[in-house]
């Protein structure tokens, strides 16, 4: 462990040169990161292939694991557009003089070391990296032993494109996979900055209980939509079956239908035939269950209590039928994980109360919920979607790698 | 504790609305507050005796717990200043149409519920509920037990202002101030959005490694001002003795004198006066103890390690002789609880490198570090002076009593 902190004490040293490099170098960084995945593709295949040796043939995880030349062009070029977003630091937020002269000022500036720890995803090694060195951050990586060789020959390149830049390979370090060691991650509060944790419930569960260090926690979404009474069923029907089916697994994919119960008759008859089609299984209340079962909706079950507030992240989801908005209000406050909540209606004053109302990083009208993304919203490459109230809320991106500084200039004033 | 728990709960349902209570309800609850300090005051007075009674005469918490006519006036000055502030909540952060139609914008919004622990001062808790109410945020707040009977009867006159102006009083919750119960706040991550303890280093340590719930540090003040070899030696003099004896007791007052060897001589020459009137204790290290001594200054001792990086919090300092400006940004690095930090020179390269090099919530050139202050920033009353990285860096006031949310208004729109 001891050498790991000395490691975390080199990065905390070194933050400050590459804080205070020109946006030109740490461009210039970046670039070299594409090239050099582009030049070494070969290299970083076997490395990858040596991962996927250790994993069973048919393992779910080998997908997310897999890289191939397409997926590394796709990845150079993520490196490319971090590159032409704006720089966050550096950005006078406001300025002014005080009664007695003091020039005050307060700046944007890099947040200094950022911890990720991330799960088998070898992208996000690199686009942790770039988003990071783009905004003048250090970074400590923990990635996933499934990928190690994966990771050490990235964070290799990348080390490479600092070196090239002169800059101290000592800002982006890759921390041994040891679960042990990232206990000393969470607790290294005079070298780290902030922790986000990228992955399971459990890891943001263990991070949320062990850090020290500040956390942006990028949790689970519990997304509802809610089919009001006065909504138009077929925009409803398309908005579900997208938030539902386009890509399950994913957080700001739907968990719940709330129907209201004027119009679910209507609303179920026409949304069997899509999810028929996708297979989706049908967690159904005791007022949607025999509607569906009369519709004979073949892929349907009787929901229990703990299917409300569960992220299914697959092809299922449950319903509940209200008798009124209030309702529909109440049963989304209390399940909810606050990350994204949609209504379709055509009652204009309902929806602004709703999206007044909702407790939510992003809350729609007549839209589907899976619209909460970094690259939807226009802001890039995106860490994670924070389900926290501080410094950020929903997609967390190059925009928010930042803190602030107080600049006082005097002339010799005192207080 | 389940009552506890219940109370939370019961304060996260009227969260909302208070949320979604227009400006003017909100100011109207101060001003009712304002008016009812007047007016209730013999009161008040009657109640703060109570605690009062429980303290040694010389206990030298007296001071802060003591309130008077004129410090009820004062407070309610305060709360009418809060009123004049501008809402925090409801700006448009951005606002934009994307490709496909949707109509996205970021505006702010109240954090939820606000948990605040303190400690003595009875002046915390009007001036918590007051920038809570003003941004639409619900208070839940854990006071010390010696300001119980006090804080009761202020809580008292914030229900019945609330209560005038149709707002739950759910809205402020002043806990009991049983210890354990603190863990109970900590982690109520499902009805409190975050927390701020105000004290004690020993609280602030409790708090960050009991929280469930995001937290915002208000840490101690290790604070530094550098007397660079280009300083002007009177203005160094005047700024090094207002840093540290105008207010000592507060977490922005002066540490550590960092000296360049070039001029320590000199300025100790001339710091010897100002610091003899105020009886300040210094400790010195190596290179200026002898100069302190042959200057016959009578209140020196040697600096040990651990008098760098000591918040002293009374007329006592340490003195630290550099070779040159490098050693003068690492010791600053080493040493610096990154709170507020000075250089005095001449020289604007050598100034800007130190603006920009040191990592502090505030930096200053040729002033004193005692400006770290919401007031003094024009920020309105401060709940504290945050010294980590996350939402809020420096003085933490109304402004940063919000989060953001994303608000997507489509036409059906589908990913």
Redesign the interface.
């Known amino acids: 462990m001891s050498t790991v902190l000395e490691q975390f004490q080199l990065t905390r040293s070194a933050s ?1 040169s590459l804080a ?1 490099a020109s946006g030109e170098t740490r461009n210039a960084v970046l670039s070299d990161i594409a090239t050099l995945i582009h030049e070494k593709s070969a290299d970083i295949l076997r490395e990858n292939q040596k991962d996927l040796d250790q994993l069973a043939i048919d393992h779910p995880m080998r997908d997310r694991l897999k890289l191939t030349q397409e997926r590394l062009s796709d990845l150079a070029e993520s490196v490319i557009s971090v590159m032409q977003l704006p720089d966050p630091a550096g950005q006078v937020l406001s300025k ?1 003089t ?1 009664p007695n002269g ?1 020039e ?1 000022s307060k700046i944007t500036v890099p ?2 070391v950022v911890g990720v720890i991330f799960e088998s995803r070898p992208n996000v090694t690199i686009d942790v990296a770039a988003l990071c060195i783009r905004s003048g951050n250090a970074a400590v990586l923990r990635g996933g032993s499934d990928a190690i060789h994966t990771n050490t020959i990235l964070v290799h390149l990348i080390h490479q494109a600092l070196v090239q830049n002169g800059i101290s390979t000592d800002v982006v370090y890759l921390m041994p996979t040891d679960r042990e060691l990232v206990t000393a991650l969470l607790t290294a ?1 005079k070298f780290i ?2 922790i986000i944790p990228r992955g399971s419930e459990a890891l943001i569960q263990r991070v ?2 062990e850090s ?1 260090v ?4 990028t949790g689970a979404g519990v997304c509802h939509t809610y089919v009001a009474a006065n909504a ?1 069923i077929s ?1 409803a029907v ?2 579900v079956v ?2 539902k089916v ?1 890509r399950p697994a994913v957080c700001n994919s739907l968990d719940t239908i709330v129907l209201h119960k004027s119009i679910a008759s209507a609303f179920l008859t026409q949304l069997v035939a899509p999810f028929t089609s996708y297979k989706v299984k049908v967690y159904a209340d005791n007022t949607s269950h025999p509607l569906l079962k009369s519709l004979n909706y073949p892929f349907l079950e009787v929901a229990k209590e703990a299917d409300f507030g569960r992220e299914f992240l697959d092809f299922a989801c449950s319903i509940k039928v209200v008798d009124d908005f209030q309702e529909a209000l109440s049963h989304i ?1 209390t399940y909810s994980s606050r990350h994204s909540e949609a209504i379709v209606t055509s009652d204009e004053v309902e ?1 602004n109360y709703f ?3 909702v ?10 919920t ?3 993304d970094g690259g ?3 802001l890039g490459a995106e860490i994670g979607i924070s389900t ?7 997609p967390f991106a190059l925009e928010k790698l930042v ?13």
Not at 214 to 217: A, G, K, M, R, V
Not at 403 to 415: C, F, L, N, P, S
């Open positions: 400050s205070m002014k005080l003091l005050l947040l200094g509060v900055d902030v949320r209980k020290l500040p956390t942006i926690e138009e925009m398309d908005i997208n938030a386009s406050s929806a999206l007044s109302a407790d939510a990083a992003a809350v729609y009208w007549n839209a589907s899976r619209f909460t939807e919203f226009g926290q109230k501080l410094h950020a809320r929903g803190t602030e500084k107080w600049i006082g200039i005097g002339q010799g004033q005192i207080r």
